[in-house]
């Protein structure tokens, strides 16, 4: 709604706010309330994705995560399990539900919308106990619907082929056996075994591709023999054992797909964790690029082709205009500042490529963090949506330009700072899009209620 209030003083600025002008419902006002979460699920408040246009909403529920799981079929040892999860599709214009898409005993990462990424109408939604990654349209009416699923099959044929496959071996293999029609022998598997020992659809793929980059390595045979041998069969389980963490579109066609071990896919902290990227062409099923974490080649296309990782809607207003080290010069003055500062480049880029794939929608377009406007630090707020360490200093935005003023300042907490300079806090920020509004969340870890602070220009 904004902030109005009447002032009957000449220089109304350098007086507090009356005391209505503090409370939320002074800036917002309810349209309505929906119900989404049944029976024992929970709605999850770290997800949410906005549609183009801002026409729908995606929200989920899930059932508590239960961890030592048993493992069936194709599922995963060790990822965790989640009895149900529910996506809900909301138009946001008045708050109905209009479809749903719901996951039975499987595992999606949904803190941050770290395991699902919306590009335009396409949904990616990764489970991690099945290795899949679902693809959906959402369609003007608001509809989900089912497009491809990669994983145990890349093409929408693979298992039909494979049944029309064993059909025929068992056919076969009971002529052989029985060479006289009359005689009857037990019916053969018509179907394909999900326990047998193929490797998955996604796995084969990037297998090959591993194998021919390694063949096209060297034209002598005896080289190429022993350089498969050193390069490919030697780390051929470490290869089978990848499994995918996550996943962002490229485009409509491409998927970036981050691999790596079962522990690291559900843990916070990967950064120790081995971990390889594969680029995935959705239409021809083919793996075109293949890198692992450290790869220099990935970083120098990662520094100077930052936007493109981002993959933001063409037809995005704001999205476009998100300060990186490819548009912003400041941006990148400050990546080859860190990067200068000495240590193993292996390293720093390891730490680089920790953030890919980019989280879907984590990133604020707010011109406040327009780094050819301003200048603060980032190690306390930036346009990336995470939490950070908090102080009882304000933030401060400093002009780019001369004389270089400072423009303004944002402190999260209570306005008197807290007693107990011992407590570990840590902050949250949501700004606005484009208009000068701001929210900061602070929490402290010890249970301890929210502090939650309105920052506008007056």
């Not at 970036?256 to 079962?262: C, M, Q, R, T």
Request: aromatic share 12%; with cysteine.
């Amino acid at each position: 709604m904004w902030l109005s209030f009447s002032c009957k003083e000449e220089d109304c600025c350098r007086h507090d706010l009356p005391p209505k002008a503090k409370r939320f419902e002074s800036f917002f006002t309810q349209l309505y309330s929906v119900t989404l979460a049944s029976c024992n699920e929970l709605i999850c408040k770290d997800f949410f994705l906005s549609m183009e246009g801002n026409q729908f909403g995606l929200f989920a529920t899930s059932t508590a995560q239960i961890h030592d799981a048993p493992t069936t079929g194709r599922a995963i040892q060790g990822v965790p399990f989640i009895e149900k999860i529910t996506f809900h599709l909301l138009r946001l214009e008045d708050g109905v539900v209009l479809d749903e898409k719901v996951f039975h005993n499987d595992f999606i990462n949904l803190a941050h919308n770290m395991g699902v990424f919306l590009y335009d109408d396409l949904l990616a939604i990764v489970s991690l106990r099945y290795q899949t990654i679902h693809i959906l349209q959402v369609r003007d009416l608001g509809n989900l619907v089912d497009v491809r699923t990669i994983g145990s099959f890349c093409r929408e044929d693979d298992e039909l082929f494979l049944i029309s496959n064993s059909q025929s071996l068992a056919t076969s293999e009971r002529s052989r056996l029985n060479p006289f029609p009359g005689n009857q022998v037990g019916n053969g598997h018509n179907q394909v075994n999900q326990d047998d020992s193929f490797l998955s659809g996604i796995k084969q793929r990037l297998l090959s591709f591993i194998f021919q980059g390694m063949w096209n390595e060297e034209t002598d045979q005896a080289m190429r023999v022993q350089s498969l041998k050193k390069k490919f069969f030697f780390h051929f389980q470490d290869y089978v054992d990848l499994i995918i963490w996550k996943v962002q579109f490229l485009d409509r066609h491409h998927l970036l797909i981050k691999f790596g071990s079962v522990d690291g896919g559900v843990s916070r902290n990967v950064d120790h964790h081995p971990a390889f990227f594969a680029v995935y062409n959705m239409e021809t099923t083919e793996v075109v690029a293949f890198y692992q974490n450290s790869a220099e080649e990935l970083y120098f296309l990662f520094e100077k082709f930052c936007d493109h990782f981002h993959a933001t809607s063409r037809n995005s207003l704001h999205m476009n205009f998100i300060s990186s080290h490819s548009n912003n010069v400041y941006a990148l003055e400050q990546l080859r500042s860190i990067k200068n500062k000495g240590g193993s480049f292996s390293q720093f880029v390891k730490k680089m490529m920790a953030s890919l794939p980019f989280g879907c929608q984590s990133q604020s377009p707010s011109p406040y963090f327009d780094q050819s406007l301003f200048r603060y630090d980032e190690k306390l707020i930036s346009a990336t949506d995470r939490h950070r360490q908090s102080t009882d200093h304000p933030i401060k935005f400093i002009s780019r330009r001369p004389p270089y003023t400072l423009k303004f300042k944002i402190k999260p907490g209570p306005e008197a700072g807290t007693i107990d300079g011992r407590t570990k806090r840590i902050s949250s920020f949501l700004f606005h899009p484009f208009l000068p509004l701001a929210l900061s969340i602070q929490q402290t870890l010890f249970l301890q209620p929210s502090v939650v602070n309105i920052h506008f220009r007056r």
